[in-house]
């Protein structure tokens, strides 16, 4: 048997040639590129592509057959980029013209203050995470999550406030499906922590307590402590501040609400139990979100809403292009879009500074795996 050394010269040999043979493949896609603007053709060809990935396994035994396969589509990735980058070139696509715009007219401070929409009611986590955003605030409250969106669309606010996600129970589905009806950028996002406190009006005991009151989002996250209380019913509503509002204003002594600690003193009630979250780290995501694109300096988050083609491999070859671009993703969520059985979307988080080389050559060319992208904004996550 040969040894290492040697067989590993083999290997350098077979892939010199591979990569020679490459070289010479993308000169030749070059030359097919010239052919396809001469005779107004697209770059893509799927028959072509399907012809070239069925053929790819034919000369190669049974147990390579699916990674010839997949190489064969990234070759045609490679030479398809190469095609683009001939023919797009000088044409700037209209997410990057965006961009290097809201880049360029964007102050470099942050407002202090600003108006600001924000769903419940004084004393909201909403209000905490708004408090962390701007110095001065002046706040209007909307019942409702949507009233936040359209109050931003529709330029009644110059900025909205929104959870996105919680440690504990997860992504706040509402505003991610709002997301797609609405047109917004995310300029900032923050992380509270949430600390839920059972209070109640000033008398009245714990064993005492037959109604419990607060939103979906923080009684999933106090389960525990929940089905420790016996013969209390739970019910949902708009938000833990509207719910301590709520108990202040009842003419009931048996009923309490799971809420911030600040709602104790805004709306007069006691604690009757603290922190009663299962999980003590317990932090949820907010978003500011504003009409206008705008990328403040020190960007190094981007949010994109992406849907991808009802086919195999489309979310796999976009997240070989985050891989390829060394980009690590934050998050990564789907959603159900509308009217099409089982079609979803995408939402990513991903981390790359918007001055890095990677974040152009990442939104120029991710465009063409998608059916559609829409950008949401680059931006700055604060403490
Ligand atoms: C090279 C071409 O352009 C694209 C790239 C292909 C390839 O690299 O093999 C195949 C089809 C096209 O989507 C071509 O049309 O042949």
């Known amino acids: 048997m040969a040894e290492l050394p040697e067989l590993r010269q083999d290997i350098d040999r077979i892939d010199a040639q591979i990569f020679r043979l490459f070289a010479e493949r993308a000169d030749t896609s070059e030359g097919i590129a010239a052919y396809k603007r001469?005779?107004?053709?697209?770059?893509?060809?799927?028959?072509?592509?399907?012809?070239?990935?069925?053929?790819?396994?034919?000369?190669?035994?049974?147990?390579?057959?699916?990674?010839?396969?997949?190489?064969?589509?990234?070759?045609?990735?490679?030479s398809r980029a190469r095609q683009h980058a001939l023919l797009d070139a000088g044409e700037k696509d209209d997410t990057t013209a965006r961009i290097a715009d809201a880049r360029a007219r964007t102050p470099e401070l942050f407002p202090p203050s600003s108006h600001v929409?924000?769903?419940?009611?004084?004393?909201?986590?909403?209000?905490?995470?708004?408090?962390?955003?701007?110095?001065?605030?002046s706040i209007s409250y909307f019942d409702s999550f949507e009233g936040v969106f359209r109050a931003v669309e529709q330029g009644f606010s110059d900025y909205g406030v929104l959870p996105v996600e919680n440690s504990t129970a997860g992504s706040v589905n509402e505003v991610f499906d709002l997301m797609m009806e609405h047109s917004f950028s995310v300029v900032r996002t923050t992380r509270v922590k949430i600390d839920h406190n059972l209070l109640?009006?000033?008398?009245?005991?714990?064993?005492?307590?037959?109604?419990?009151?607060?939103?979906?989002?923080?009684?999933?996250?106090?389960?525990?402590?929940?089905?420790?209380?016996?013969?209390?019913?739970?019910?949902?509503?708009?938000?833990?501040?509207?719910?301590?509002?709520?108990?202040?204003?009842?003419?009931?002594?048996?009923?309490?609400?799971?809420?911030?600690?600040?709602?104790?003193?805004?709306?007069?009630?006691?604690?009757?139990?603290?922190?009663?979250?299962?999980?003590?780290?317990?932090?949820?995501?907010?978003?500011?979100?504003?009409?206008?694109?705008?990328i403040y300096p020190g960007a190094n988050r981007t949010s994109l809403m992406i849907v991808l083609p009802?086919?195999?491999?489309?979310?796999?070859?976009?997240?070989?292009?985050?891989?390829?671009?060394?980009?690590?993703?934050?998050?990564?969520?789907?959603?159900?879009?509308?009217?099409?059985?089982?079609?979803?979307?995408?939402?990513?988080?991903?981390?790359c500074p918007v001055a890095a080389p990677e974040f152009s050559t990442l939104m120029s060319t991710i465009g063409s795996l998608c059916q559609e992208c829409r950008y949401l904004g680059s931006y700055a996550e604060v403490l």
């Open 38 to 78: 001469e005779h107004g053709l697209p770059v893509f060809d799927p028959t072509r592509e399907r012809q070239k990935v069925a053929g790819a396994s034919e000369g190669v035994p049974a147990d390579l057959r699916t990674y010839a396969q997949v190489l064969m589509e990234l070759l045609m990735e490679a």
């Open 310 to 351: 009802h086919a195999p491999g489309s979310l796999y070859k976009l997240l070989a292009k985050f891989y390829a671009l060394d980009i690590n993703i934050l998050k990564l969520e789907s959603r159900p879009i509308p009217e099409r059985d089982f079609e979803f979307m995408f939402y990513f988080d991903v981390d």
């Open 200 to 294: 109640a009006r000033p008398g009245t005991t714990l064993s005492e307590v037959r109604d419990v009151y607060s939103h979906e989002q923080a009684i999933n996250q106090c389960g525990a402590f929940l089905a420790g209380l016996d013969g209390v019913r739970v019910h949902v509503c708009e938000n833990t501040a509207m719910a301590a509002r709520q108990v202040a204003e009842s003419d009931r002594a048996d009923v309490a609400a799971l809420s911030s600690r600040s709602c104790a003193g805004l709306y007069g009630l006691d604690v009757l139990a603290e922190s009663v979250q299962d999980r003590d780290n317990n932090y949820t995501r907010f978003a500011c979100i504003s009409k206008r694109l705008e």
């Open 117 to 137: 929409a924000c769903q419940g009611v004084e004393g909201a986590y909403s209000q905490i995470a708004t408090e962390r955003f701007f110095r001065h605030p």
